[in-house]
């Protein structure tokens, strides 16, 4: 449906005395969500979940329940979750988007948040505290197991002695079970989701000495899922839980406070030749640090660094790298071998993207100032002694004001805006050469998406409530590959029962 034409059936319902409800209040739909194929915009005021679908000229819409107020896809699968019903009839739709239909499951409670677990089986329903949703009293402590392919919802409680649950984190399966560990505000729970009617364990993380909890915020189970190592607001230790091997009966579990260093930042998987520990960032001490899970003081390795830098991420099987949003440093460690390299960046970095099949990286940067914008490509090389490591700069003409990654990480597609207020080009980097490509838009550009199974690189115009998106080939320069959609938010308008009477 054009604008033109949009335009002319919201003036002719007006004046017909026949505008049921649509038209009572502007359409306010929820942001885009990708799959590997589409993108999909829930408008809950026409109860539509709109997919736009590179190959297809026009959009197409699937009927979803009322009161639609988040959405999410599920991870490996072209199905969309809608979060809607009312605060006494809470639902769940899973919209198939290739089969173009939508399954509507009850809720066991009036819930705000979904978390998926990687591979998309298993979702967690969880309330946020700080959300009112209509009624006089709600259970924070339960939340909503959901199995995406039984279609089934299992109400679980957490016995949080608190407020809702923080954040959720999914381990792979492992010897027959999928744990689930739940942040709380005081202390985390452990279930089973493959054994759902198990108790979740609730574990207290209260340090020596001291007379309550620390607030959780960070998890990270071990690859065998053996520890689960947690992070808590104003701790240097990291709380390490050893997890027993219990399946389909109550979960043992014992802690441990294991000091590293000082300022703890951030935590990661240790390499699969140093299973039971886990690497961990101090910014006060200024190290990152192999620690033992157990403690054992002559298993631990140390690399000094030379500024405070916070993040860490997996760049091998071996080697991190490691960060900050406040340094221009970056530094790769081979926690095996313990080589290691510095580089120095030409801006702070904003964002980082980690390859880690290809032992690269690439950080935007921001440059106080500058009105141009940049971003660094690290790479590593193997020396005897060290590890040389190289940020490469590509100059952007301001800074990005979206980024997406293709599926296999090869390339990178940048929105940058233009030099003048006017439209932005999309570029792409391929990451193996940094060789760069650029087609220009008819417009400004709020966020980008890329369909892995299309090969396409969706571009957001925004803020468009009524749907306003320019999709082009992965990699392409030439400005006649381009579509754009419209208005798509209209998909499906007309034909709701309730505007006919």
């Not at 399966?173 to 985390?188: K, Q, S, T």
């Not at 992070?231 to 027993?244: C, F, N, P």
């Amino acid at each position: 449906m054009t604008r033109a034409l949009a335009l002319m059936v919201v003036v002719l319902l007006a004046g017909c005395g026949r505008r049921g409800s649509l038209y009572d209040a502007a359409l306010a739909p929820l942001p885009l969500v990708a799959t590997a194929s589409t993108v999909v915009q829930v408008v809950p005021q026409t109860r539509r979940a709109v997919i736009v679908k590179p190959q297809e000229a026009v959009p197409a819409a699937v009927r979803i329940s009322a009161g639609a107020r988040a959405a999410v896809r599920v991870p490996q699968r072209e199905v969309v979750a809608v979060l809607g019903g009312t605060a006494r009839a809470p639902l769940l739709d899973l919209v198939d988007v290739e089969a173009r239909s939508a399954v509507s499951l009850e809720l066991p409670g009036a819930f705000d948040r979904l978390s998926f677990s990687a591979d998309g089986r298993f979702g967690l329903l969880t309330a946020d505290a700080e959300v009112s949703v209509g009624l006089a009293a709600r259970n924070l402590n339960e939340v909503g197991l959901v199995n995406v392919a039984a279609q089934t919802v299992t109400r679980l409680q957490l016995d949080t002695e608190g407020l809702s649950p923080r954040f959720v984190e999914f381990a792979p399966v492992v010897g027959g079970r999928r744990l689930v560990a739940v942040a709380l505000e005081r202390g985390v729970a452990v279930f089973d989701a493959l054994h759902p009617e198990v108790a979740p364990r609730r574990i207290a993380l209260r340090p020596a000495g001291s007379s309550v909890d620390a607030p959780v915020v960070e998890l990270l189970f071990s690859r065998d899922t053996h520890w689960l190592f947690v992070r808590a607001l104003g701790l240097d230790d990291v709380i390490v839980i050893e997890l027993g091997a219990e399946v389909g009966a109550p979960l043992s579990a014992s802690i441990n406070f294991v000091a590293g260093g000082v300022g703890l930042a951030d935590l990661e998987r240790a390499p699969e030749a140093t299973p039971d520990a886990v690497l961990a960032t101090f910014t006060a001490s200024r190290e990152v640090v192999l620690l033992d899970a157990r403690g054992i003081q002559d298993r631990v390795k140390r690399l000094p660094l030379p500024a405070a830098l916070t993040l860490i991420a997996p760049l091998s099987p071996n080697r991190v790298l490691l960060w900050s949003l406040a340094d221009r440093t970056v530094v790769v460690w081979d926690a095996v071998d313990g080589r290691s390299g510095v580089a120095a960046l030409t801006g702070v970095p904003t964002r980082g993207f980690v390859l880690p099949g290809q032992e690269r990286a690439v950080l935007t940067m921001a440059t106080p100032g500058v009105r141009a914008g940049a971003l660094n490509a690290v790479t590593v090389t193997d020396e005897p002694n060290r590890l040389r490591v190289r940020a490469q700069a590509v100059q952007l003409a301001r800074p990005a004001t979206a980024v997406a990654l293709s599926g296999d990480g090869a390339a990178m597609f940048l929105a940058v805006p233009s030099l003048e207020a006017g439209p932005a080009a999309v570029v792409t980097l391929e990451l193996a050469t940094l060789a760069l490509s650029e087609v220009v838009l008819d417009a400004q550009v709020s966020q980008l998406f890329f369909l892995p199974s299309a090969g396409q690189v969706v571009a957001e115009h925004g803020p468009a409530p009524l749907g306003d998106v320019s999709v082009l080939p992965a990699g392409t320069s030439d400005r006649l590959a381009v579509s754009r959609f419209t208005d798509f938010a209209f998909t499906g308008d007309l034909d709701r029962p309730e505007d006919a009477r």
